[in-house]
């Protein structure tokens, strides 16, 4: 029976080491979770901020200018014409 006794103790012992090892790689992972996080939530700050930047009128241009606009279209030429209805 004292084997028993030992092989228990053992037993025991090898769970806590085990769970102590597990608490380790759990509080692990959560640190590396939240690092990841943070690095993804900077890196689409920067990315909004460069399209800002890019974005932005450049010095010495006229800022009335009217955005080109592909769809309308001035000329006659251009334009379509409907067959008249009589």
Do not use: H
Not at 26 to 45: H, I, N, Y
Not at 54 to 76: F, H, K, L, Q, W
């Amino acid at each position: 029976m004292e084997g028993l006794g030992k092989d228990n103790a053992a037993l025991q012992e090898r769970f806590q080491q085990l769970w102590r090892q597990n608490q380790k790689d759990e509080s692990a992972k959560t640190q590396q979770l939240a690092a990841a996080f943070a690095a993804g939530c900077l890196s689409l700050v920067v990315g909004m901020l460069i399209v800002k930047v890019v974005s932005r009128p450049r010095a010495g241009t006229d800022n009335n200018e009217r955005p080109i606009d592909m769809y309308s279209m001035d000329s006659e030429d251009d334009q379509a014409t409907e067959p008249a209805l009589e």
